[in-house]
């Protein structure tokens, strides 16, 4: 079934009501999974090895950091980076349970630190430097680890020149680091500037749900932005939009398939094909970029394959 | 504005009464002159009383001075700044928000690009300055005038009062998260000095967006919150009448923030709030914009940009094991 | 009247057709004019006192390049460059008369050789290069000359770092040289790119009526764009559009008004504030300019005004 | 769009009879044997009638060849210079316009950025793409891509069949002048080599929107204008029928075009028109392309630059005292 299809499917069914993500412990436990979207029940590890999509809608389940590194990276090429970056507690923030217990769940919960994993590795042999958010970790929110580590990947990326992949899936900031939260959007964009105009490519990948500040910053920053088929990604929340104009938003508002007709993303692209796809636009955009075009004379023609480039194929 | 009384805010009950009881007994001075020393000590009491409210006020009541609909706004302080101040306007691309003013003031010993939102006075005003939070084509305005104001070598003042971005449908359309991250990545590659003040409510990713900045600066009882109150209180404790908890908790206060490392500078108001004296606040704003312009003009242009990049990127709170 | 009133009023009139603009030589010859707007019979005399401007309800009359230059530039101190360029005939274009012919007399009508009228001279004391077009001639048609003129003073301004100052009203290329006129409009829009990355101020002012090809090239491409008051802009002409849309247009459509409220200009400014209003912006705008940021240490503080310069007035 | 029999415009009349008279007796071969010699000869008469209509074409009728319904568009050569080619959309600010087609062709030995015009071919397709013409925001997203292949030196091949802008009330209130202006304006500061091609119509700003170029390259049938034949017709003769009048004073063919020196080069078309063979019309524009960047990607970015502004710098006819 291809894309079109698919969607003109899921179009029939009624609107999916919020979406939960199971524990990522209990997915793997769970023998069967039943289909948000068209309710088939599915065997865990044929939806495992079809990328947590569902085999007969196309469903793009949620998935966790690990799954999406694993799902990129060539095996066995991944090294992680500061992984013993931990948040601390600048506010002493506390509602009705306090920050340190709800980090705590949290991490029970996803088995990460943090809401975001930083690394290098090889995509089809392309090395390269990815950062994969995971909901599952407090609402993917971006709190001041997750601003730090993804500045650090871009430096990195920055360092080494290297092309830089980030996956987003996110509630927006985190609330209770307050205004270093906020801080977060403007270090993680300034950082981005500075990679940018050294010429290198930073892709964007956007992955159910995207939202707030991680939105309002780097997921939309990318040379070219990717979405996942059904994601759901915007600013506002929907509930927030729909209670201040007091109007029903059309059912597929916020969707990739509707921020691709509003000109919001490059593509929409299914995670089955998303790794070859990377890998082609790495292998694309890997010229003698812009340091070159200041030169008095390039040493390589713009936009010419160099004699010894591996192929681009997809 | 200034000629018209102040509205007293509901923390300042009390001291509104005291000064009811003073009227009433200076409306009979004239028949009992033996009530002057009791107004006198009233007098005095007033004082001391009017001086402690505003010493040991609660984060709430910052918030509520901040949000006081005759607080000063952007147009204020522009016009106060420099009589002849010329606005510019629009985005060149279909829209013209009003939500953010723009233009070009002469602050005396430097010539500046000026962008700050704008809540609008009258019912008219507010809404169609959409009770100050703006279209993604806002932010776009304000980028046109940052680039603008790179390209002539004019430092850029900023000024944030703004609830946020719109969360509205159109505005999501139009891209508001892109409109927004735009301005933060464009704000941070500037070869000119730039300047916020957070004069009243600095609201969310909507407030950074013009926010990006060499020099941070807010007045005393400005707000700088990564989510409104409200919105925290009905996330975090579901629950509405918890806003006076979410202020505190996520210490949002001019000071609170200065002490966390994160602006540069509080700027003092006038007692009572910037809305007791216009006048004075734009000469308080302005001394505290010339004085970091003093220091900043002073870099090259690739110091700038350095200035600011290294500024955001100490920004943040972690353990590294 | 305020500009408000001034507007207001319009508004309760009919929508004026299509105005036609006397010939300048007649202009100058009757003592009288009536006001299109307010229908007010004029001296011609006061009427040239108050730069064309109805003194009664401020519409904006147009008027001729000369007309122009003497409202803008000090007394005296206007020089003409590039007087001697004339058309050519490159297509040897006929319709129901020659293009030759057609030239003569648009000549004849106008008393001048082209169009635009270009040169430099002092506003206010500040040396400004300027250009100002003439509708009477030819509808102010861009073609080879135009496109010429404009780009040989863009380029003396960059060579002698002045500010650039066009006043469009036209209706737009000029269709009896063809693709050399379409081409004036890369032309003028490749020379100002060079002014401008020269960190060079260009003020655009827009006068009654600018359309097409001019719009679509310098006229838009001001730093600032300050249209006239009730001055029609815009790129397809109004009838145009209502054949193709088949509907009704608003009657401020396309006009100065209409363009502030939709963001395209910076503001409108009466006739008799223009000079001093672009003086004012020219002193503004004269700092160190951008190749001072590039440097490592600028000479002159950026912003900072200059001891011996110039108090900024208006 | 190969597989379908391409439809016979106007000026093809006498071809087409002589066809259908060639096939009604190949029908009666198998019956008369002796109609063979007949038939050899009108074939004959055929070929030459089919070369010297074509080659002695009025400007009309390439306007006609250039409009043909079957004329390969934007995605046709995409598709066939790299049937990997990938798609990227959108101005990132609210629209993606369907009239113009943007994204990545690997040519062989060059790796560039592909922007189109497109007309749409479906009726439903030809109402999306608004019958090519675009409105601003494809402009700005055309835009949005020259600028990302600046920044990754990638070379720029933009493919040219529009009507023109589009006269629309929102195109107007979105400033469609601003726009073209600004396309025309960072297209000449570019520092990759761009070569556009006019394969159909190309229609005044709209046109060159995306045609300002290092080399310009026409289709043998391809026309650019400063206005419609139409549009010119109506206002210079104030007459409807002499649009074939207008197409030969205004010299809107690609060879006239060149002998006026306004562009570099003419390529073939199969004969009858580009769309009797889409293969090897892609095929011979790929090769046109490749020989053109072979000269231009040898230049530094600061000569390309300097070549496009010397290029347009060069274009006008006049005469000095
Ligand atoms: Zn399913
Ligand atoms: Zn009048």
Chains 1, 3 share one sequence.
Not at chain 1, 56 to 79: N, V
Not at chain 2, 88 to 108: C, E, F, I
Request: glycine share 8%.
């Amino acid at each position: 079934m291809d894309l079109k299809e698919w969607f003109a499917n899921r179009k029939k069914k009624p609107p999916v009501e919020e979406v939960k993500l199971p524990l990522a412990t209990d997915e793997y436990c769970a023998l069967w999974k039943q289909c948000f979207q068209c309710r088939e029940l599915l065997y865990t590890s044929v939806l495992i090895q079809n990328q947590h999509v569902c085999p007969k809608c196309q469903y793009h389940f949620r998935i966790g950091a690990w799954e999406r590194i694993q799902q990129l990276a060539d095996t066995g090429t991944f090294k992680e980076f500061d992984a013993g970056l931990v948040s601390s507690d600048p506010l002493n923030f506390q509602d009705t349970d306090t920050y340190v217990n709800r980090q705590k769940e949290a991490s029970r919960k996803s088995g990460l630190k943090e809401a975001v994993i930083t690394g290098e590795c090889e995509i089809e042999g392309e090395r390269s430097c990815v950062g994969a958010m995971d909901f599952g970790h407090f609402g993917g929110s971006m709190g001041s680890v997750v601003g730090e580590k993804i500045v650090r990947l871009t430096e990195f990326a920055l360092e080494h020149r290297l092309p830089l992949i980030l996956v987003s899936s996110s509630g927006g900031a985190r609330m209770q680091e307050g205004i270093f939260s906020l801080m977060q959007l403007a270090k993680t964009s300034s950082a981005l500037k500075d990679l940018s105009d050294a010429g290198l490519m930073y892709i964007s990948i956007l992955s159910e749900p995207t939202y707030g500040g991680v939105t309002a910053s780097f997921a939309m920053l990318g040379d070219i932005i990717i979405a996942e088929p059904g994601a759901r990604i915007g600013f506002a929340g929907r509930r927030v939009i729909e209670q201040t104009i007091r109007q029903k938003l059309p059912a597929d508002f916020q969707t990739a398939e509707y921020l691709l007709k509003h000109g919001q993303v490059d593509m929409v692209v299914a995670r089955t094909d998303l790794k070859m796809k990377l890998a082609y636009l790495i292998k694309f955009h890997a010229g003698p970029g812009v340091a070159d075009l200041n030169s008095e004379a390039p040493t390589n023609p713009v936009g010419e394959r160099e004699s010894d480039r591996k192929p681009v194929t997809r | 504005m200034t000629d018209k009384k102040p509205v007293p805010l509901e923390f300042e009950q009390p001291l509104q009464m005291l000064a009811q009881q003073i009227e009433a007994l200076e409306n009979q001075l004239q028949d009992q002159p033996e009530l002057a020393d009791d107004i006198d000590r009233l007098q005095e009491q007033y004082e001391k009383l009017r001086r402690s409210l505003y010493s040991n006020l609660d984060p709430r009541d910052h918030l509520q001075i901040a949000r006081h609909p005759q607080r000063p706004y952007s147009r204020d302080y522009f016009e106060r700044w420099d009589e002849n101040w010329v606005e510019l306007h629009g985005d060149r691309k279909g829209m013209d928000d009003p939500a953010m003013v723009t233009g070009l003031v002469d602050l005396g010993p430097y010539r500046v690009v000026v962008v700050g939102t704008q809540k609008g006075r009258s019912l008219r005003d507010k809404q169609q300055c959409n009770f100050g939070m703006p279209q993604p084509e806002g932010y776009r305005k304000a980028l046109r005038l940052f680039k603008h104001a790179e390209k002539f070598g004019l430092p850029i003042i900023t000024i944030i009062d703004t609830p946020g971005a719109y969360p509205g449908m159109a505005a999501e359309e139009h891209n508001q998260a892109e409109a927004i991250a735009v301005n933060l990545f464009e704000l941070a590659g500037l070869k000119v000095p730039v300047v916020a003040i957070v004069t009243g409510e600095g609201g969310s990713g909507g407030a950074l967006a013009v926010g990006v900045a060499n020099k941070v600066l807010m007045l005393e009882h400005s707000v700088y919150s990564v989510i409104s109150p409200e919105g925290c209180a009905s996330i975090l404790w579901r629950a509405n009448d918890k806003v006076a908890e979410a202020c505190r908790a996520m210490k949002m206060t001019a000071k609170e923030i200065k002490e966390l490392g994160v602006i540069d500078e509080v700027i003092p108001e006038p007692l009572g709030g910037a809305h007791h004296d216009y006048d004075v606040s734009a000469a308080n704003t302005k001394k505290a914009i010339i004085k970091q312009l003093d220091n900043l003009t002073k870099m090259s242009g690739a110091d700038v940009r350095a200035d600011i990049q290294k500024k955001f990127r100490q920004i943040g709170a972690f353990v590294e094991d």
